[in-house]
């Protein structure tokens, strides 16, 4: 029963269903928040078919069958890195500096100039830490995008890149956040949460920032007004207790900030690094973290399948277990992912696929901007290719 869209109150007059069962999905129906020992329950015990019905419910309450998208292209101004986390696979440590790339400003921003003419609304910046790319270069980069290009909204670094260059440049948190927005950061990406629980973030993760200090980074940003997203790396050494620790830090800072817009679970690919021993998680857990996620983070508006790392096929399914957002089409070459194993090994959909793709499971395509502004519905859009295979069998094409 993987694409489950069952009715929730069927649920609740279900006798077969234990009496745990029925009071997390009386606490679903009635809009209140789950515990922490309910959400490890709800990993260790439920069945995937009522995860479905509850996290599609309340997808659905806050959605309906909208299912956002947007515009965007990435650049990765490097893979070489100071920091050696086990999990990754797309960075080089500098003693493998010959195997990476390291861009400059112009070769950054000649990538930005590629894009001129075509209607992408974000430029996602985010990769590996080295020393020269600092506050002064970072500033002037955003400041340079945004003199080409005004309304291209920076979606840019995670506080693994800000923690560091503040430290190197001897300044506070709200300092450097305060000059990033002044250089024209719009707002932050989610990356570099990983496993907050230390128990498991020293083991792959170690000397990054810690979950207080990414945490931290995200409130100062946000207490300015800024918005940002928060993402988990799951199905590698964590256990379910894990996860849901994780998930109880994010809706504590939602609950005190209210500014993260999206959740992003990140699946742990095991291609190239040094963690390739363990065993990925099957699709069924993939679909059973985004349920869980969308039960528990009641305060977050928005789940979201990065489907270049899990597949279109299964960003479709995930469309019925809480997910209500697919990414952007990816107009880009980018490298983290394809670099770990991703089902996507060349991130690239034109909007017409991307739009198809959500049209064919029945929900409805918005193309949105950073910010969540509607831009375009295409729910009843027509394409060139729909007129051609509707009149190869004589049938009707809708007006647009």
Same mark, same amino acid.
Request: with cysteine.
């Given at each position: 029963?993987l694409q489950s869209r069952g009715n929730l109150f069927q649920l609740l ?192 993760a170690g000397g990054k920032c810690s979950a207080d200090q990414w945490l ?29 620790? +994780? %998930?109880?830090?994010?809706?504590? #800072?939602? $609950? ?7 959740? &992003?679970? *990140? ?9 390739? +021993? %363990?065993?990925?998680?099957?699709? #069924?857990? $993939? ?7 969308? &039960?528990? *983070? ?6 979201k399948a990065y489907w270049p790392m899990i597949s279109r096929d299964v ?10 957002? &697919? ?74």
């Amino acid at each position: 029963m993987l694409q489950s869209r069952g009715n929730l109150f069927q649920l609740l007059d279900d006798n077969r269903l234990s009496a745990d069962h029925r009071a997390v999905a009386g606490k679903v129906a009635g809009g209140e928040r789950i515990s922490a020992d309910e959400g490890a329950w709800l990993f260790q015990e439920a069945d995937l078919g009522y995860l479905g019905a509850l996290a599609n419910h309340i997808r659905e309450q806050k959605h309906g069958d909208r299912t956002f998208f947007n515009r965007n292209f990435h650049i990765e101004p490097t893979n070489v890195c100071l920091y050696t986390c086990t999990f990754c696979s797309y960075s080089r440590l500098i003693k493998e500096r010959k195997d990476g790339w390291e861009y400059t400003m112009d070769e950054m921003m000649d990538m930005v100039r590629a894009y001129d003419g075509h209607p992408v609304t974000e430029v996602h910046i985010v990769g590996g830490v080295l020393p020269q790319y600092d506050v002064a270069f970072y500033s002037e980069l955003f400041r340079k995008i945004k003199q080409h290009r005004p309304e291209l909204h920076i979606k840019a670094l995670t506080p693994v890149e800000y923690h560091y260059i503040f430290k190197k440049a001897k300044i506070s948190y709200e300092e450097g956040m305060k000059q990033m927005k002044e250089a024209g950061l719009d707002s932050m990406p989610g990356g570099g949460a990983e496993i907050f629980h230390p128990e498991i973030r020293d083991q792959i993760a170690g000397g990054k920032c810690s979950a207080d200090q990414w945490l931290r980074i995200h409130e100062i940003w946000h207490e300015m007004g800024g918005r940002s997203n928060a993402t988990m790396l799951y199905g590698h050494i964590e256990k379910y207790e894990h996860r849901v620790d +994780h %998930l109880e830090r994010l809706r504590q #800072l939602q $609950d005190k900030t209210g500014g993260f817009q999206t959740f &992003i679970p *990140l699946k742990f690919r095991n291609k190239d690094n040094q963690m390739s +021993h %363990l065993p990925e998680v099957s699709v #069924l857990e $993939d679909l059973r973290n985004y349920a869980v996620s969308r &039960i528990y *983070l009641d305060n977050f508006d928005h789940i979201k399948a990065y489907w270049p790392m899990i597949s279109r096929d299964v960003a479709q399914i995930s469309l019925a277990f809480g997910v209500d957002d &697919i990414d952007g089409t990816i107009d880009d070459t980018t490298r983290i992912y394809s670099m770990a194993g991703s089902e996507e090994q060349n991130p690239a959909m034109t909007t017409e696929e991307l739009v198809k793709l959500v049209r064919q499971v029945g929900r409805k395509p918005i193309e949105r901007d950073t910010l969540y502004n509607v831009l375009n519905d295409y729910t009843d859009v027509v394409f060139e290719s729909d007129k051609e295979f509707r009149g190869y069998f004589s049938l009707p094409v809708a007006n647009q």
